[in-house]
């Protein structure tokens, strides 16, 4: 019972999960477990490539973390298979930025982080979905006069588009005349597999119209 005798406290913790607890002389200290909360864009193509950026809870991974992201789906056959990309911090977010890798077929997946290449994970699944990327078959109007500005546009593709009107989904219309000129604007909707576009104010020129469905690749 001297000055430096130990006072046990108790406390109670309720509904909390701890992966590690450190002790000291005069502190315990508990660590609760990553979490995947968020994803953007949360889609992208077959072929890989889309920069992701994924939010959560806990997702520092300590000092120098080697970080793998673990994109999970089920087979038709029941089994289950997953890719992983390379993962990094972004210094100024705090999010951890991925390249997508590339999958064999259009489906939804899980995804999670590893923070000690890929020896453990995040139990989060947050879904992500791949498609095939669109094959456009036509628009219209397809002759677009000057005034046209402000009205609709339909834009067709092979199957239709797969997924409702985001803010992600966007219509780029480029010119190959002299002095480059790209508008992009939003979609309005996706109607029965036709994407609704405004058309924007245009000069007169041949032009391009490309989709994108992630606000990224075109």
Same mark, same amino acid.
């Given at each position: 019972?001297?000055?430096?005798?130990?006072?046990?406290?108790?406390?109670?913790?309720?509904?909390?999960?701890?992966?590690?607890?450190?002790?000291?002389?005069?502190?315990?200290?508990?660590?609760?477990?990553?979490?995947?909360?968020?994803?953007?864009?949360?889609?992208?193509?077959?072929?890989?490539?889309?920069?992701?950026?994924?939010?959560?809870?806990?997702?520092?991974?300590?000092?120098?973390?080697?970080?793998?992201?673990?994109?999970?789906?089920?087979?038709?056959?029941?089994?289950?298979?997953?890719?992983?990309?390379?993962?990094?911090?972004?210094?100024?977010?705090?999010?951890?930025?991925?390249?997508?890798?590339?999958?064999?077929?259009?489906?939804?997946?899980?995804?999670?982080?590893?923070?000690?290449?890929?020896?453990?994970?995040?139990?989060?699944?947050?879904?992500?979905?791949?498609?095939?990327?669109?094959?456009?078959?036509?628009?219209?109007?397809?002759?677009?006069? !000057?005034?046209? !500005?402000?009205?609709?546009?339909?834009?067709?593709?092979?199957?239709?588009?797969?997924?409702?009107?985001?803010?992600?989904?966007?219509?780029?219309?480029?010119?190959?005349?002299?002095?480059?000129?790209?508008?992009?604007?939003?979609?309005?909707?996706?109607?029965?597999?036709?994407?609704?576009?405004?058309?924007?104010p245009l000069s007169v020129a041949d032009r391009t119209v490309v989709v994108t469905l992630n606000g990224q690749q075109y």
């Amino acid at each position: 019972g001297g000055e430096d005798a130990l006072v046990p406290v108790l406390c109670e913790v309720k509904g909390q999960v701890f992966t590690q607890v450190a002790i000291s002389h005069d502190r315990v200290m508990a660590f609760a477990p990553a979490r995947v909360t968020g994803v953007s864009p949360n889609c992208g193509p077959t072929t890989g490539g889309t920069v992701i950026s994924i939010s959560g809870e806990g997702l520092n991974g300590g000092e120098n973390p080697t970080i793998k992201v673990r994109f999970t789906f089920d087979l038709s056959d029941g089994m289950v298979e997953s890719r992983t990309g390379r993962g990094s911090i972004d210094p100024v977010t705090g999010c951890v930025i991925c390249r997508t890798p590339p999958v064999d077929l259009a489906m939804s997946c899980g995804l999670d982080v590893s923070f000690d290449n890929g020896v453990t994970f995040t139990s989060s699944g947050i879904p992500y979905d791949y498609y095939v990327e669109p094959s456009l078959t036509g628009c219209s109007p397809s002759i677009i006069p !000057a005034d046209t !500005a402000g009205q609709k546009m339909a834009i067709t593709c092979d199957g239709g588009f797969p997924y409702p009107s985001s803010s992600l989904v966007k219509v780029l219309f480029t010119s190959k005349a002299a002095e480059e000129e790209e508008v992009t604007v939003e979609a309005m909707s996706t109607e029965d597999g036709i994407l609704i576009c405004e058309i924007p104010p245009l000069s007169v020129a041949d032009r391009t119209v490309v989709v994108t469905l992630n606000g990224q690749q075109y």
